[in-house]
């Protein structure tokens, strides 16, 4: 069975730093395209940021570029979200995906590219 699981959310106070890991089990993750999204309350659930499979090409949204950084180790098996300055917006259920590609330095941007999904974590920044 194929299983990613976050850890590492919680709560922390606005300009804080969190650091999010995303373990998978089942299969080698090694070559998927791995991202992070988030849903806050009443809200969509948005692109944060990806890695290639390759780990060469990375993707934010605008509004986390220079605070946040995903990373990835393939002999864990595990992709990482590093969150610095955090602030009240950032607040939301945070999940890791991946996807089989064919090209090793694809990543995606859009939900409905992603076939695996975690069940999240929760990051909560006070003011």
């Known amino acids: 069975q194929v299983r990613l699981v976050e850890s590492g959310g919680g709560l922390v106070q606005a300009g804080g730093s969190l650091r999010l890991s995303c373990a998978a089990s089942g299969r080698t993750f090694s070559t998927y395209a791995k991202g992070w999204f988030r849903q806050a309350p009443g809200k969509e659930r948005e692109f944060v940021a990806a890695i290639s499979g390759n780990g060469d090409n990375r993707a934010y949204t605008d509004s986390v570029k220079g605070r946040f950084t995903i990373s990835r180790d393939n002999a864990k098996n595990t992709v990482y979200l590093q969150m610095n300055s955090l602030n009240p917006e950032d607040t939301a259920v945070y999940y890791c995906?991946?996807?089989?590609?064919?090209?090793?330095?694809?990543?995606?941007?859009?939900?409905?590219?992603?076939?695996?999904w975690g069940q999240g974590t929760q990051v909560t920044v006070s003011s």
């Open positions: 995906t991946a996807v089989s590609t064919v090209y090793s330095g694809t990543y995606y941007t859009t939900p409905g590219e992603y076939y695996y």
